[in-house]
């Protein structure tokens, strides 16, 4: 079946260094890949999808690109605010499937 | 921006009591999903629906039932409620329409924290 990988459970930066989370996949089926943020006391939302066009996605400074070689698709942003300390989770859908799956999730922590 | 509304948003039940979970999304959605959320698992799938009438069993089934009267409701049940089910739980609705493109997103809801002593 499908599933979702994200290796580290917590991520802990100072500001300005560059953020990188880890997500690698499986699937029987070409999947679309998508992550999603959840701030402290908030619901789960989508900040970026891959594509069937396969453009890469970027969204608040953050993007990811989806490398179907490795079966990976990293999120990364340059310079790490404050305001992204969150929870992030990966997930997949197969193409032929309405069936979401998420990983374990990784939350960031960028300090000071 | 869609909108997904969850009731209750806090539960306290009893062990072997029954827990109805209420969801409503105004998006006109045909898939709907319910997932828990615990420390170290993420989230995790317990039922979704195509659109009404229909629910399929996500990843961790046991100890729940679904129920899509309609295409706006769907609703989780568990019958007998354990204390293994304290959790915050989600809704979530997403369009079939638009796989792979602009609109291939859910939506969650606020998310319902359900404590079973």
């Known amino acids: 079946g499908d599933s979702v990988t994200q290796t580290e459970g917590l991520v802990t930066l100072t500001e300005g260094l560059p953020v990188m989370l880890n997500c690698t996949y499986q699937?029987?089926?070409?999947?679309?890949l998508f992550w999603y943020v959840q701030h402290l006391n908030e619901a789960p939302k989508l900040l970026l999808k891959?594509?069937?066009?396969?453009k890469r996605p970027e969204h608040q400074g953050f993007h990811a690109t989806l490398h179907k070689s490795s079966s990976s698709f990293h999120l990364q942003k340059s310079s790490a605010q404050l305001s992204d300390s969150a929870l992030y989770y990966c997930a997949l859908r197969g193409s032929n499937t309405n069936k979401v799956v998420f990983g374990t999730g990784t939350r960031l922590q960028v300090l000071p | 921006e869609a909108a997904v509304t969850q009731s209750p948003r806090n539960k306290v039940a009893v062990t072997g009591g029954k827990v109805t979970l209420s969801c409503n999304q105004t998006n006109n959605h045909n898939n709907m999903y319910w997932y828990r959320q615990d420390t170290g698992h993420g989230l995790r799938l317990i039922h979704y629906s195509y659109g009404a009438g229909s629910t399929e069993k996500g990843d961790i089934p046991d100890g729940y039932k679904a129920s899509r009267p309609s295409q706006e409701n769907f609703s989780l049940i568990l019958e007998l409620a354990t204390p293994s089910q304290t959790s915050v739980y989600f809704c979530?609705?997403?369009?079939?329409?638009?796989?792979?493109?602009?609109?291939?997103?859910?939506?969650f809801g606020p998310g319902t924290r359900l404590l079973v002593l």
């Open positions: 699937s029987t089926y070409s999947p679309f």
């Open positions: 891959s594509f069937t066009d396969n």
């Open positions: 979530a609705s997403g369009d079939a329409t638009d796989w792979g493109g602009y609109q291939d997103t859910q939506y």
